[in-house]
């Protein structure tokens, strides 16, 4: 039999399913912080101007 999974946050046993792969709502929201912070980032080539990117009005277009 396999040991039981860690958090991956406070590294403590997980033994709460319902906040799986976490060991509490605590840690999942410590985890979802970082992901807003940009302290994760999946790893990619920047995004070309065109792709998904909110188009930004030129300095000239302004007050038209």
């Known amino acids: 039999m396999s040991?039981?999974?860690s958090c991956p946050v406070c590294r403590r046993h997980a033994p709460d399913a319902r906040y799986r792969p976490f060991c509490?709502?605590?840690c999942a929201d410590v985890d979802l912080g970082?992901?807003?912070s940009?302290?994760?980032a999946i790893a990619g080539?920047?995004?070309?101007e065109g792709e998904d990117a909110?188009?930004?009005p030129r300095?000239?277009?302004e007050g038209q």
């Open 38 to 40: 940009g302290r994760y």
């Open 34 to 36: 970082r992901w807003f």
């Open 54 to 56: 909110p188009a930004r």
């Open 59 to 61: 300095a000239d277009d």
């Open 45 to 48: 080539a920047p995004a070309e």
């Open 3 to 5: 040991p039981a999974p």
């Open 24 to 26: 509490s709502r605590r």
